[in-house]
């Protein structure tokens, strides 16, 4: 089976795998980080968003060993010296959340969106932008609150 | 999934020679398709050519009078291209429309065209623009290569390399979406060059993406969405499903022609 090596939450991991484990699997069950969900499995959802080299990707539709060297960053990566996030301190603020399930690929997507759109995102931006993310308990307003509080916050 | 063999080769060149050796391959691009279906097992390839590690298939360049982008160039990528924006807007607005933005991170338009999805996007600007289908082995005129649903003029092992698009005096795209997977139910690429204007459709074909010979017709009188008033698109060949039913279909086609008309630029 081949070693998959790569960079998680800036640190080295390798193990070995089976080439048709995906990333999801890799990170919840190679490496234990089960921040990461799997919803749908259909690439749906967004319950697996993690970044993948900076860029949003779907960890259940993804190949682990097509990521050899890759840098990831997990939900479990975003806290810093035992201090959230600030987009997850909204999310906490604002009630971002119901059941919680949808919520780290909610915040991983929402980094991501304020990464590539600025800290000043407008309501309708924000809803386009989490296409790929769905909330079963329906709480995207709340979600959508959250992230632009988290957007001014992360911009400074 | 099934187990598969694993290949990760560096060049075309090398990825070929696999595919013409390995019994029973598949090419992966961005695997937005091809893994959800392995994972369904409605796919098994016994062995996996993986076109990531490739380094010269990514890219947008405008030459001369067309833009020619790499195979495995990544949606978000053909979206945010300033060059692309400049040339042929209506493409890159098309890219920005495609699943979400964790898929179009990874998606590619190679891939999207090997696969031709009767309700998949690029296909409608290949056709609607005239691209040119490049491979390892040859040029394939888009007319020529859609042949069907999920089937293509490409030969078991060709890899698409590149397309290239003639640049319109004017297009737009506009379709109508399934909300939950974000595929065109039915979406709709006029493209103007000269006196030619063309019009592709997807989403609705029972056969895959084709022209709209119809709405041509009225447009090549005038282009202006005003002449496409009281067009009626024949039910005939379209698609019925869950989501929408021929007649639909069919009156979908005038109204996105209409939006991308509206929008053509």
New interface residues.
């Given amino acids: 089976m ?1 070693v998959v090596s790569m960079t998680v939450n800036g640190k080295a991991v390798s193990a070995d795998v ?3 484990t ?1 990333l999801v699997h890799y990170l919840r069950e190679n490496l234990r980080l089960t921040g990461t969900h799997v919803g749908c ?4 959802c ?1 319950a697996c ?1 993690v970044m993948v080299n900076g ?4 960890s259940c ?3 682990a ?2 990521l ?1 060297g890759a840098d990831v960053t997990t939900i479990e990566g975003l806290a810093k010296d035992g201090k959230l996030h600030p987009m997850q301190e909204a999310f906490r603020e604002n009630h971002g959340l119901q059941c919680g399930f949808c919520t780290p690929g909610m915040i991983m ?1 929402a980094v ?2 304020v990464n ?1 759109n600025g800290s000043k995102i407008d309501e309708k931006t924000i809803r386009e ?1 989490l ?3 769905i909330c079963r308990c329906t709480g995207y307003h709340n979600i959508v609150k959250a992230i632009a509080a988290g957007a001014e916050a992360m911009g400074g | 999934m099934y187990p598969f063999t694993y290949h990760q080769p560096d060049s075309v060149r090398q990825a070929a020679s696999v595919a013409g050796k390995a019994e029973d391959a598949k090419f992966l691009a961005g695997g937005m398709t091809l893994l959800p279906t392995m994972k369904q097992r409605l796919a098994s390839p016994a062995n996996l050519i993986d076109l990531s590690k490739i380094g010269d298939l990514a890219g947008i360049e405008v030459k001369g009078r067309s833009v020619v982008i790499g195979a495995m160039t990544r949606h978000f990528d053909v979206a945010n291209s300033k060059e692309l924006q400049a040339a042929i807007p209506a493409l890159a607005d098309l890219a920005g429309m495609i699943g979400d933005p964790a898929v179009r991170n990874r998606g590619t338009i190679g891939g999207s065209l090997a696969n031709n999805d009767p309700a998949a996007d690029y296909p409608a600007a290949a056709l609607a623009l005239g691209a040119t289908i490049i491979t390892n082995k040859r040029k394939i005129e888009a007319e020529d290569y859609f042949t069907g649903l999920f089937e293509t003029a490409l030969e078991e092992g060709e890899i698409i390399t590149k397309v290239s698009f003639p640049i319109p005096a004017k297009a737009g795209y506009e379709k109508f979406r399934n909300p939950a997977s974000r595929y065109a139910i039915v979406g709709v690429f006029v493209a103007k060059r000269g006196s030619d204007v063309r019009v592709a459709v997807t989403g609705a074909g029972a056969s895959g993406v084709f022209r709209a010979t119809k709405i041509e017709a009225a447009l090549t009188a005038k282009f202006s969405s005003k002449s496409l008033e009281g067009v009626k698109m024949p039910a005939e060949g379209l698609n019925t499903d869950i989501h929408a039913d021929a007649e639909y279909r069919a009156h979908l086609i005038t109204v996105m022609a209409k939006r991308a008309t509206d929008k053509a630029k």
């Fill in positions: 081949p089976d080439p048709r995906l499995d259909t690439s749906q967004g968003v860029a949003s990707i779907k539709t993804a190949l060993v097509g050899q997507s991501d969106i590539r932008e296409e790929g993310n």
